[in-house]
């Protein structure tokens, strides 16, 4: 066998360590899920990520690098999202897990496309093509659309504490920079920080409210005008039903014999189409609560800052809102990466750069407007 050179290497151990996680995540999974059929789906699918590490192990064996599967451990990235997991139930590690299966079927394609080793373009083939079956299951228990691999959506309310948290920090940072660019008195600091953060925790929780309104004004519409279909040209739906059907692999003439069964009650016909036909779950958020976790998430990432001039004063205050509000960035961009899928210390050096940028030009805008005045 040929030796492996160090991309490869680092990218086979990589995909090793992912199906470790996704298996230790799919047990997580399993111990928050109250439903019983759903908890044997997501052991059986721990089961099969045991053996997709498996082949791995065997693959990197066969290459001269074998590794220490009795010492494995789950990532800092994964422990962490179990964490969140026992946390926030089954409602955030779903929509996590199917996110990953969708990253996993591109990077195996990926492989199986860039890799010069036959074994390797095998495996990355069959791991794909069994990925891409976890993503639709997960599809299906989540009630999104199919192949999912293709969508890039995300949300919750975890995500909007951390974004809103991450606008709110990133907005008043560069302000109170600014400010303290323009030589004001220290009270001047702390009088814009808490302007600023009042101002953008309203503005926030105002557009994360009228966001979650005109969706769910979208889907009442959308579900209306389905509604009066079904009532109006109930042959059209029914047909169009059985073609949903048929595209799932179903049998023609079954597929229109479920129709027909699903088309004599109305209520039950208007749940499969809204589900089937416009791929609209279930509303898990009200729009005031949406503004509001937004609001006030944002509000403490903008305090941030501001904090340290409540007790302190002179260059002891700024350094201080510096450095943690610096620390914060960091510590944002960790959060950050459960919801993109990057590095933890990647997206954190990411936020802390882009923290130390936005201090900079808020510093020398507030200076160079000072010395016009």
Do not use: C
Request: aromatic share 8%.
């Amino acid at each position: 066998m040929p030796d492996l050179d160090n991309a490869t290497l680092h990218n086979w151990l990589h995909h090793w360590q992912d199906e470790f996680d996704a298996a230790y995540l799919y047990l997580v999974l399993a111990g928050q899920e109250p439903d019983q059929k759903k908890k044997e789906i997501y052991v059986k699918l721990a089961g099969v990520e045991e053996r997709h590490t498996q082949l791995w192990e065997k693959l990197l064996a066969e290459h001269g690098h074998p590794v220490a599967t009795g010492r494995a451990r789950p990532s800092l990235n994964a422990r962490v999202r179990a964490w969140f997991g026992r946390q926030f139930g089954p409602g955030y590690l779903l929509p996590l897990l199917l996110r990953e299966e969708g990253q996993e079927v591109k990077g195996y394609m990926d492989l199986h496309e860039q890799s010069r080793l036959d074994d390797a373009r095998d495996i990355s083939l069959k791991l794909a093509k069994e990925s891409a079956a976890h993503a639709e299951t997960l599809a299906h228990l989540a009630g999104r659309a199919s192949e999912p691999w293709h969508r890039t959506e995300s949300g919750g309310y975890l995500r909007n504490v951390v974004y809103g948290f991450n606008d709110g920090l990133t907005a008043n940072f560069g302000l109170v920079a600014g400010v303290l660019g323009a030589a004001a008195a220290p009270h001047f600091v702390l009088v814009s920080g808490i302007a600023g953060m009042i101002a953008d925790a309203l503005s926030m929780g105002a557009s994360g409210y009228l966001a979650a309104k005109s969706e769910l004004e979208v889907y009442a519409h959308e579900i209306a005008m389905e509604q009066e279909e079904i009532r109006l040209m109930p042959e059209v739906e029914q047909d169009e039903l059985a073609l949903v059907y048929q595209a799932k692999g179903i049998e023609a003439g079954i597929a229109r014999q479920m129709a027909a069964e699903v088309m004599r009650d109305p209520k039950r016909a208007l749940g499969e189409q809204v589900r089937e036909e416009l791929k609209i779950g279930e509303a898990h958020a009200t729009p005031f609560k949406e503004g509001w976790v937004t609001g006030v998430s944002t509000a403490v990432g903008a305090l941030i800052p501001v904090a340290p001039f409540v007790v302190l004063s002179g260059p002891t205050a700024a350094w201080t809102a510096f450095a943690v509000a610096m620390l914060s960035h960091f510590a944002v961009g960790g959060a950050r990466s459960f919801f993109t899928g990057r590095g933890v210390i990647r997206s954190g050096i990411d936020m802390f750069v882009v923290g130390l940028g936005v201090a900079a030009v808020g510093y020398f805008v507030g200076n160079l407007v000072a010395g016009t005045l």
